[in-house]
């Protein structure tokens, strides 16, 4: 039997409930090395701003074009979700107007990558003790198993938010499933088809939407006119990169320090086993400023940023760095408890990652480099903090230098991910098939 090709969650989602009338998925044929005047866009929907780039994808791996940055409008997103749909909207057909003038590019397909005010992701870990353990797991075994582990997953899904005090709806939608890890007897494989043993286990990360949130993306599936082809969390789409480009390390800590919020990654073995995030980020200081001051926000963004390069007198400097001690402290006592959240009472990796429009920041950086935050926490030794840019990202090539610099990093990381992505194995396609079944 012929392979068969099936659309990602994110194309599902689209094409069930946006627009039936999208003609069946397929990967995209992509003519080497000629290049074309048309690309993927990549939107990144966060709760500061959206941001915005445009790729294609070449012999030699990805070229960007262009990127821009469109901040949220005042009130638009507030901490815990979106208060303006249509200010939200507003902003994203700004970032694509700017980034297809900045590249001379036109887009066709997105992918969209939405931050934790948006989209919710979890990792579950699913396992089955096989009635005939000598038998050959052939596929429709595995159809079956896939039908369980959904099932599963949801009540999962729902006791952890209720337990983090959330009331689940049923009405949640996955929008992305992608498998982890495969054991059989608690050894690692790579398809359990033809293979036989006691207990398999699958570790799937979800990312999904609230009904909330779900009116927001078809609203601009709506106005983007444009075919949907991924959605994807952040701090998993980093992992997930880096967990390929550092390879052998397959145990790191992501922290993406964003203006509304800091979001934390544990990566161990390779996979992602949970996420942190708390409210504070580089918008409490600006805030913090503008009202000490007195001032307007983007005065207070500017001054901020002039204290952080060190461009200000040191009279000035002392006085900023008084104002906002409360928040840094307040920051670096979120930082803690996440990681010891995050950890599980187990050692933490040495191995830390940052990122993020706010980890520019110094007063941020000094806390990571010049304090003894290690201590109160359970890492072997004192850990080594690496700050990201886009340079961070292999196969990346930038048409504007100057856009490599850019510690906005999520978007470029969305490229990778997509490319990475197009290749599906047979396995990840049966399991997304199902998925879709079942969210008819």
Known sequence: MGACVFAPISQIFYNIYVSPKLPKFSLPKIAFPKKTKTGFLVLDI????????????????????????????VGDVQRGGVTDFAGVLTTVERAIASVEKVSGIQSEEVIVVMGNDFLNALPVVFQERRVNPKLKINEVELKNIFHKIYAKSLEKIRAHFLQEGLQMSHELKIVDAYIQDVKID??????????????????????FLFPSSQEILNQLASILKKRIREIYTPSFSVSAVLRKDLYPLSDFITIDIGGAVTEIALTRKGMVAGTKNFQVGGHTITQRIAGDLGIGFWEAEDIKLAYSNKKL??????????????DVDLWRSGLELALK?????????????????????????????????YRQLPFSGKPKFNFLDAR????????SPGDASSTDIVPYVACRMFKDRMKRSHLQDIFETIIRVMQK
């Not at 007198?313 to 409360?326: G, N």
């Open 186 to 207: 608690g050894y690692d494989i790579d398809d359990p088809l033809g293979l036989d043993g006691k207990v398999i286990s699958f570790n799937v990360f979800y990312s």
């Open 392 to 399: 961070s990202i292999k196969g990346l090539t930038f048409s």
């Open 313 to 326: 007198s040191s009279y000035v400097s002392k006085k900023i760095k008084d104002t906002v001690k409360r």
């Open 341 to 373: 959240e995050i950890s599980f009472l187990n050692i933490l990796p040495g191995d830390l990652f940052v990122y993020g429009a706010a980890s520019g920041f110094v007063d941020f950086s000094d806390v990571l480099h010049k304090t003894d935050l």
């Open 46 to 73: 966060g709760t500061e701003a959206v941001k915005a780039v445009l790729f294609q994808l070449t012999k030699e791996g990805i070229e960007a074009h262009g990127f821009a940055r469109e901040p949220h409008n």
